[in-house]
């Protein structure tokens, strides 16, 4: 059946309910209920989730905001503690311990610091091992729950409150990490990146080929956060489709090794599109800062390039 | 019946935990604790277990897989050593938080640094007030039958903390010695099976382990976990006189060896217990009334029954073989003093730090321990209290 919006909200149950405290115009939270709506209503699912804003804004004792089981740790072992339920899941359905019939998806959660960070190696580890789980990186490009720290994620000259835009040093120096490419290289089953476009399908369709992928699946996915980059709340999904049109978030999947771009917009917008809208970028505005637009804009287009590239090769 | 064998301390541990047959393991090598998931990981190649062995890539990584695996509902289990533990520190705290029954062997190491392989006691005093159950085991067979009774422990409704099993590393992980077994059947009918009450892997009553516990409930929280550890004082005798039933071993808080009639007494933990007996016996034979009190349950600290036990004696010396490097004395001696003086118990006691970093401890200056306690004894003046033992002089 083709997707449809309006049947999927009206007829799967949202699994990650109201109440829970995240801020208006927060990407995550918009993302993260799509993706639990992929799962099949049937199905159970333990979620983990890593210390972050989405951990400690739906789950304060004693209200939990997820109808499924949940578990947080702490911040760099989300990919690990996953491990460990699903391994139990499996040693258990093995002896027959749990219901035959019934069927359990593993899921984590991390931001960016909890994933392309601190969490990096456990989540590497968990990948390797090949799991049958799904992590979802939520990427807001910064600490936000801590107040807007830098991380690996954190666009090139965005000011930041470890990288604040100074008058010798313009926010932040390096272009950040690219985090797909890093999981491709464990050769898992299924890696995309998405985000929360138009009608979520790109988001939902994604999500339902990760948990129904055998093994280990990797899902990035860009959350913008209206306090560290600096929009009106309501602007939100405007910032995502700009993320996706000027593919400064590009959007794609790699199945087993195949690249495949989900979304080429008809019209690649210049950068200078996503970057003005968001406060953390203003400093690139200034008279005698062209270069830095110039640079990050040399700086997408070169991943863009290579991804299509990429596509190309690997369809050969 | 039991099995007359010859293993290793980490050997018998392997074997322990194969009879108990978890649902999962997850560990990560580290001298001198390896051996354990390397002979537990060729049960689960050979099928001769039903676990999921997890090979993670950090320490860090296993206590939270063992913990992802308890949470779910699994008998969960690790083994490690130092620096291991050290990078599992902050998951040991939310492991006895989340009041998960895990039970993980620690093979005593120093921790760096500088970097050590061999046997002190630093990874454990490391960890002493994480709301762990730690027992501590003289040798091989004391090693698998705390193993043995762990999980009894660790599961009861009264307790759910998790356990560990120390032993000293090299010293008994990788001597052979003589062992009792006891057959599969008989500790499978013993440990029993794990009944979580609740667990994630219930899709019938979902659960969310882990919150964010604000002023409000945290301190509650904290109240529950002392309180279970507390609890945790019945359920080992309980458990340690199901298992003398069974075995004919018994167990207890601590040992009393020839402390009955004892003037002066040395209290220590596992492996350096032996060789102090063997003082002891000779000592005995040359009019020296000399006896040994051995922790083997340290957390709970029996603190009032130490104190009962030690009361009568003209002098005490406590061996801690790890530094707190607090200018004041290591963390046994001062549980053992603290316990005195709160139960109002007053015997002279010394301290003396020994056998950092694997340093060899002999009966010769065990011997001196003894001596020194005569002298103290006699009257009943500690000088100084905080010393060491085995320390070359003129270097420190």
């Given at each position: 059946m083709a997707y449809d919006l309006k049947d999927v909200v009206a007829n799967k149950p949202s699994r990650f309910t109201e109440g829970h405290r995240m801020c208006a115009g927060c990407g995550a939270p918009v993302v993260g209920r799509m993706i639990m709506r992929a799962l099949k209503p049937e199905d159970h699912a333990v979620v983990t989730n890593a210390t972050g804003c989405m951990e400690v804004s739906t789950f304060i004792y004693p209200y939990t905001a997820w109808t499924d089981s949940f578990i947080h740790t702490a911040f760099e072992c989300a990919g690990a503690t996953a491990s460990g339920t699903e391994a139990a899941y499996k040693a258990m359905k093995r002896q027959g311990k749990l219901p035959a019939d019934k069927d359990t998806k593993f899921i984590a959660f991390g931001g960016d610091g909890g994933t392309y960070d601190i969490g990096l190696q456990s989540l590497s580890g968990a990948m390797e091992r090949g799991h049958d789980m799904v992590y979802v990186c939520y990427d807001n490009g910064a600490y936000m729950n801590t107040g807007i720290q830098r991380s690996s994620a954190t666009p090139q000259f965005a000011d930041t409150t470890t990288s604040p835009a100074g008058k010798v040093i313009p926010g932040k120096m390096q272009p950040r990490k690219d985090l797909a490419k890093i999981m491709v290289g464990h050769h898992i089953p299924y890696v995309a990146q998405t985000l929360a476009m138009t009608n979520f399908k790109d988001l939902y369709e994604k999500s339902e080929k990760a948990f129904y992928t055998e093994g280990a699946a990797f899902l990035n996915v860009l959350a913008p956060c209206p306090r560290g980059?600096?929009?009106?709340?309501?602007d939100l999904m405007k910032i995502n489709k700009l993320a996706a049109d000027t593919c400064y978030w590009p959007l794609y999947e790699v199945v087993d090794g195949k690249y495949k771009i989900t979304y080429k917009p008809a019209k690649k917008l210049p950068i200078e599109e996503f970057l003005r809208p968001q406060k953390r970028f203003r400093h690139m505005f200034k008279e005698g800062n062209e270069w830095m637009i110039e640079e990050f804009q040399k700086e997408v287009d070169a991943r863009w390039q290579e991804l299509l590239d990429l596509e190309e090769i690997t369809n050969r | 019946m039991s099995i007359r064998e010859r293993l290793s301390g980490n050997e018998a541990t392997a074997i322990a935990m194969k009879q108990i047959n978890p649902d999962v393991v997850a560990a990560f090598p580290i001298t001198p604790s390896t051996e354990i998931p390397q002979y537990f990981s060729t049960f689960v190649a050979n099928g001769d277990v039903d676990t999921e062995f997890v090979a993670v890539e950090s320490e860090h990584s296993a206590m939270s897989a063992t913990i992802g695996a308890s949470a779910a509902g699994g008998r969960a289990m690790t083994a490690t050593s130092a620096n291991g533990l050290s990078l599992m520190w902050e998951m040991i705290y939310i492991a006895s938080s989340l009041r998960l029954p895990i039970v993980m062997a620690l093979v005593n190491r120093a921790v760096s640094g500088p970097l050590n392989i061999h046997n002190d006691h630093s990874d454990a005093m490391g960890v002493r007030d994480a709301g762990w159950i730690m027992l501590f085991s003289e040798n091989n067979q004391e090693a698998y039958d705390n193993m043995l009774m762990a999980h009894r422990i660790a599961e009861h409704k009264d307790v759910l903390l998790p356990v560990m099993v120390c032993q000293d590393g090299f010293i008994t992980s990788h001597s052979i010695e003589n062992i009792e077994l006891e057959n599969d059947e008989d500790v499978k009918k013993f440990v029993g099976e794990y009944k979580p009450q609740h667990y994630l892997l219930n899709a019938d009553e979902p659960i969310a382990v882990g919150p964010l516990d604000l002023q409000g409930y945290l301190f509650e929280h904290k109240a529950q976990q002392a309180d279970a550890m507390r609890a945790a004082k019945n359920v080992i005798k309980e458990v340690s006189a199901d298992f003398e039933k069974w075995t004919g071993r018994k167990y207890d808080f601590f040992e009393e060896y020839k402390l009955s009639d004892a003037e002066v007494a040395i209290v220590c933990m596992n492996s350096t217990a032996g060789t102090t007996k063997a003082v002891v016996d000779d000592l005995r034979e040359k009019g020296v009334k000399a006896g040994l009190l051995k922790v083997r349950?340290?957390?709970?600290?029996?603190a009032e029954e130490i104190a009962e036990a030690l009361s009568h004696l003209k002098a005490v010396a406590v061996l801690d073989k790890s530094d707190s490097l607090n200018a004041a004395g290591g963390a046994l001696f001062e549980d053992v003093t603290s316990a005195m003086y709160v139960n109002e118990r007053y015997v002279p006691m010394v301290n003396y730090v020994y056998g950092i970093g694997g340093r060899d401890t002999t009966e010769k200056q065990l011997e001196s321990v003894f001596l020194d306690l005569v002298e103290i004894a006699q009257v009943q003046n500690v000088d100084n209290p905080y010393r060491y033992l085995g320390l070359r002089k003129g270097e420190n």
């Open positions: 980059w600096g929009y009106p709340t309501e | 349950m340290y957390r709970p600290f029996p």
